[in-house]
């Protein structure tokens, strides 16, 4: 830990209040968390210098959600979407257009436990992911406004404060929806651990699920039940086989996921399910592998009723294959980020925020429904792996934030010094 840090003792109140609040995502939980209060906190907080709200945005259900997110709202009811709204602050100035919108996602991984302090930084969830970063959003344009004199021309400025973006949400019932509606700049910064760094690409990715809905059977009668564990373990493996070299070949990452049956000894279960994620860094890549999974998934069918049909033990699980058996897509054809702009390149460089030359270590987040709206990066103070976001040792420094603080400002300075090119115009 950094034992030394400039970061002002009111934005680590901020934090510590924030962190402390329970803000868990219910795609994880399945309950309605305390968002609200954090989108209050942060609001007036964000008034104190400068900023006012612009709109609360209470989500509705996006025809592009994953599958995951229409369970859940369809489970919780009206509630869901209640305690998941999202806020736009912008600087009083702001006469609908935006110079620079600053994004960050104030929900939460489970599980939640509240702050403590370190020395040189803070212990909690979200600290670093990302309640931290978007507290230093405020001390960054509070030290610029603190130095800037008001006769000198201001950016003008947008803060995003979203839910929505962890437990799978992709960001399309709040990051997706505000873009759209044209909450946006000339300059989009999502917030996000990066090492400092920024990113001006990111990966995407698209989940597959195998289930099987037959009867189960004993081991007295074994030949009486539909075997899902065959199934899925058959189908599991050739997929593995058949799709690790086209995903070699198009940098897709495949990941198996878990296969649930059963755990007992002496039974056939008949239900079952399996998961497939495959996360690809462009548009085209997903495209290809999301094709080729479909033929795989043919061909594994065609082999695994040839191959099984004979034995007597499975020859109906065989037969009942296509009865039993649903594949589909929890979530696909959501968009990346690609986007390169030398002008704000120069600025950012001219500030000391670097551009990551090495995009390989690029990651998921909202910054995709940034794509063809400004010049969208992903840049902010520390990492998550080193930083341990989402495991039970999640901090930051404050050494970090304070960093981090002092390069949104010195890039306000610049954006203030320059003309800033055309700024998005809110709807």
């Given at each position: ?98 110079d620079v919108m600053f994004n960050f996602h104030i929900d939460t991984v489970g599980p939640f436990f ?314």
């Open positions: 830990m950094a034992s030394r840090s400039m970061f002002s003792q009111h934005h680590k109140d901020l934090l510590s209040e924030l962190i402390s609040v329970d803000t868990v995502t219910p795609m994880e939980s399945g309950r309605c968390c305390d968002l609200p209060r954090a989108l209050d906190l942060y609001a007036a907080a964000a008034q104190r210098i400068g900023f006012t709200t612009l709109y609360r945005h209470v989500p509705t259900l996006d025809c592009e959600a994953p599958v995951s997110v229409k369970r859940r709202a369809e489970e919780m009811g009206p509630e869901f979407f209640a305690h998941q709204a999202s806020i736009v602050l912008g600087s009083q100035d702001i006469h609908g257009c935006a509240p702050a403590r302090n370190l020395q040189g930084g803070i212990h909690g969830r979200g600290a670093a992911d990302n309640k931290g970063p978007g507290v230093a959003i405020l001390e960054g344009i509070e030290r610029w406004a603190a130095n800037h004199p008001p006769e000198k021309r201001r950016p003008r400025l947008l803060i995003q404060c979203v839910a929505g973006e962890e437990g799978g949400a992709m960001g399309v019932y709040g990051t997706k929806q505000l873009m759209e509606l044209g909450y946006h700049g000339s300059l989009n910064i999502f917030a996000i651990p990066s090492g400092g760094a920024y990113f001006d690409s990111s990966t995407c990715s698209m989940t597959l699920e195998l289930s099987v809905d037959g009867k189960g059977a004993t081991d007295d009668a074994p030949h009486r039940g539909d075997n899902a564990s065959l199934i899925l373990s058959y189908l599991c493996a050739e997929l593995a086989r058949q799709m690790g070299p086209i995903c070699s070949r198009t940098d897709v990452r495949m990941t198996l996921a878990g296969v649930a049956t059963g755990d007992m000894h002496n039974r056939v279960y008949g239900t079952g399910r399996a998961q497939f994620n495959f996360s690809y860094r462009t548009t085209r890549s997903g495209e290809l592998v999301k094709s080729a999974v479909t033929s795989a998934i043919e061909t594994a069918g065609f082999r695994f009723v040839d191959i099984f049909g004979g034995i007597d033990v499975f020859t109906r699980t065989a037969m009942r294959l296509d009865q039993i058996l649903t594949v589909r897509w929890l979530k696909s054809g959501l968009p990346v980020l690609t986007n390169r702009n030398a002008d704000w390149e120069r600025k950012l460089a001219d500030a000391g925020i670097k551009r990551h030359a090495d995009d390989t270590e690029t990651f998921t987040c909202d910054a995709m429904w940034g794509q063809g709206r400004g010049y969208s990066i992903m840049w902010g103070p520390g990492s998550l792996s080193t930083n341990g976001a989402h495991t039970s040792s999640e901090h930051i420094d404050f050494a970090d934030l304070d960093q981090f603080a002092d390069q949104v400002a010195a890039l306000l300075f610049i954006a203030s010094n320059e003309a800033t090119g055309a700024a998005a115009c809110l709807t």
